[in-house]
C-alpha cells in the first residue's frame, strides 16, 4: 500500500504563478488534511475535508483554495502565489471522526516562491 | 479551547542515554493524545496514542508514554537513544470535530 501519496515533491514558481498541489490516498479514509510546515511553528492547518465533497477551512486559510471530488484525493491549489507561501507542505488523512483515529501523513511537498 | 505546549524546543542527549520530552496539554474532557515522529525531509510517523485505559502506552522503536491526568502530561521516554532516533518529536492533541492540535515541536540531537 502507498498509503499517502504527494506530488510533486518539490517545485519553485515565481510570485503570481498559480500550481495544484495534489494528494491521493489508498486506505479508504474519510477525513482529509492540508497543513503547511514553517520553521519552529509546527504544523499549521490549511484546509481539511470530512468527506467527499465537502472542504472546511482551517487555521490559516487565506491564498489557498481546496477541492475533493472524489474521496481518495483532496487538492491544494495556489490562485497567485506569494513568497510567504514558500513551505512545506503535508497532506495527511484519518478514517474518520471519532477521537483517536490518528493521522497518516504523505512526505510533504517543498514549495519555493521566488 | 485545546492547546499542547512542549517546553523543549531542542534537546541534545548521547547515544546510550535514556530520554524524556516533555508534552502537556490542555482539553476540558479526557484527551486522545499521540506522539509522531518526523526525520529530515520525511513526513509525520505515528510513534504511539493514548486513548484511556492503561496510562503507560507503548509504541514503536522502543518509545513509551505515560499520560497523567493530575498534571496533564503525556511525556515521551526512551531507555536508551540510538542515532537513528535523531529527529523531531511532534505531541498531538485531538481530533475535536476532526481538527488535532499540533505542539511546536522538540528537535532531538543525539551525541556519539
Known amino acids: 500500500n502507498a498509503g499517502v501519496t504527494q506530488t510533486p515533491k518539490f517545485r519553485v514558481l515565481k510570485t503570481g504563478q498559480s500550481m495544484t498541489l495534489l494528494c491521493a490516498q489508498d486506505?479508504?479514509?474519510?477525513?482529509m488534511y492540508w497543513y503547511r510546515q514553517d520553521p519552529g511553528m509546527g504544523l499549521r492547518l490549511i484546509h481539511y475535508?470530512?468527506?467527499?465533497?465537502?472542504?472546511a477551512k482551517g487555521e490559516v486559510p487565506d491564498g489557498y483554495n481546496v477541492s475533493r471530488l472524489k474521496k481518495q484525493n483532496f487538492l491544494l491549489g495556489l490562485e497567485s502565489a506569494a513568497p510567504s507561501q514558500t513551505s512545506v507542505y503535508f497532506c495527511?488523512?484519518?478514517?474518520?471522526?471519532?477521537?483517536?483515529?490518528?493521522?497518516?501523513f504523505g512526505d510533504g511537498t517543498r514549495l519555493s516562491i521566488l | 479551547a485545546q492547546s499542547v505546549t512542549q517546553p523543549d524546543i531542542h534537546i541534545t542527549v548521547s547515544e546510550g542515554a535514556s530520554l524524556e520530552l516533555r508534552c502537556n496539554y490542555s482539553?476540558?474532557?479526557?484527551?486522545?493524545l499521540f506522539w509522531y515522529v518526523q526525520s529530515p525531509g520525511q513526513g509525520l510517523q505515528l510513534l504511539l496514542k493514548?486513548?484511556?485505559?492503561?496510562?503507560l502506552v507503548q509504541g514503536i522503536k522502543g518509545f513509551e508514554a505515560e499520560f497523567k491526568r493530575s498534571q496533564s502530561s503525556f511525556n515521551l521516554r526512551k531507555p536508551s537513544v540510538h542515532w537513528s532516533d535523531a529527529a523531531e518529536y511532534f505531541c498531538?492533541?485531538?481530533?475535536?470535530?476532526?481538527?488535532?492540535?499540533f505542539g511546536d515541536g522538540t528537535t532531538l540531537t543525539v551525541k556519539p
Open positions: 493514548y486513548f484511556s485505559g492503561d496510562t
Open positions: 486506505m479508504n479514509h474519510e477525513y
Open positions: 498531538v492533541l485531538g481530533p475535536n470535530a476532526g481538527k488535532s492540535t
Open positions: 482539553y476540558g474532557a479526557t484527551p486522545y
Open positions: 495527511a488523512s484519518s478514517y474518520g471522526y471519532q477521537g483517536g483515529q490518528p493521522q497518516h
Open positions: 475535508s470530512v468527506g467527499e465533497g465537502t472542504t
